[in-house]
């Protein structure tokens, strides 16, 4: 399941907080023998807690879904992707993150609105989709030596050079534990099947040449590739262009550009915290603005 570009959360808490703002104002909610709770009152506590990120999510949301379109079906397209990969356990994830069905959904699409804005401007061009679905049918062969640190990586990689027998070299210095057994050889495999990182460097290879240590998750990496050839079954074809231009785009997106966009579009919006309590809600997206506005009215004042 993707995980929202500016990691946030709606809670089930959070939708009640902006439904209290439908009520009247000083409609009793709850009755009782020891005193009765307004709707102000539940207003007022929730806003101290979680008001500031109530905010946060309906601005932005608002923000996006102005610029943006995200159908009911592609949401639901995104919650039943959430239910086939959680399986049985959806329900309980549900609990654990404080989620209602429709709260999730809720999140679902704000995670679309986010990665809209996100993609946004970014390009594919029509060679890098032919060299995705290539590489998307076709088949490796290698092996790999394990290293924990890029320094260890490069004396291993010396040795090779030199004539070391790959598979003793991957038994003594290899930090997988599987190595001691395979000597490093990891097989054939597809597309997909390893980190993004270690399948790019592979890839790049010639055949039966030792690169440089490639560093993943994992630790750094000296690979040798022995084959490459075409999948025994083809992963992707024209037909899946469109799909593969939006999954490089989506790679391609740098997160970090998500702050500016959106609160790019809260300054075209002139969207302004009135209430002082909750000022701080935007301050990652308006901050910088209302800062020089203050500056220019301070210097307006000044003449």
Same mark, same amino acid.
């Given at each position: ?48 807690? !979680?008001? +500031?990120?109530?905010?946060? #999510?309906? =601005?932005?949301?608002?923000? %996006? *879904? /102005?610029?943006? @379109? ?62 995705? !679905?290539? +590489?998307?049918?076709?088949? #490796?062969? =290698?092996?790999?030596?394990? %290293? *924990? /640190?890029?320094? @260890? ?77 075409? *999948?025994?079954e083809a992963q992707a074809t024209k037909d899946d262009t469109e799909k593969i231009r939006e999954e490089i785009r989506f790679e391609k997106a740098d997160p ?48």
């Amino acid at each position: 399941m993707k995980k929202t570009v500016l990691a946030l959360t709606m809670a089930a808490s959070v939708l009640a907080l902006s439904a209290c703002s439908d009520k009247s104002e000083g409609e009793v909610i709850l009755t009782s023998k020891a005193g009765d709770i307004t709707q102000t009152e539940l207003y007022e506590k929730m806003k101290e807690t !979680i008001g +500031e990120n109530t905010l946060q #999510l309906m =601005a932005i949301e608002k923000v %996006l *879904a /102005d610029k943006y @379109t995200v159908t009911d079906k592609e949401v639901k397209a995104e919650v039943d992707k959430a239910k086939e990969q959680l399986g049985e356990q959806f329900d309980m994830y549900l609990v654990q993150q404080g989620h209602t069905t429709e709260s999730f959904t809720e999140m679902m699409r704000l995670n679309l609105l986010q990665e809209k804005a996100l993609v946004d401007g970014v390009e594919v061009s029509d060679k890098e989709v032919d060299k995705r !679905i290539e +590489e998307m049918n076709t088949e #490796l062969t =290698a092996r790999h030596v394990l %290293l *924990a /640190d890029e320094e @260890t990586a490069l004396e291993v990689k010396k040795k090779l050079e030199e004539g070391a027998d790959f598979a003793e070299v991957a038994k003594e210095f290899s930090t997988e534990e599987a190595a001691k057994d395979t000597g490093g050889d990891l097989g054939t495999f597809g597309y997909g099947a390893m980190v993004a990182e270690f399948w790019n460097g592979a890839y790049a290879l010639e055949l039966n040449t030792i690169s440089e240590p490639v560093q993943s998750e994992h630790g750094f990496h000296i690979i040798e590739v022995t084959a490459k050839g075409k *999948a025994a079954e083809a992963q992707a074809t024209k037909d899946d262009t469109e799909k593969i231009r939006e999954e490089i785009r989506f790679e391609k997106a740098d997160p970090n550009t998500i702050i500016e966009k959106v609160g790019k579009l809260m300054k075209d919006a002139d969207v302004k915290v009135t209430d002082e309590e909750l000022k701080a809600a935007l301050d990652m997206f308006l901050a910088k603005d209302e800062k020089e506005a203050d500056k220019e009215e301070k210097e307006t004042k000044e003449k």
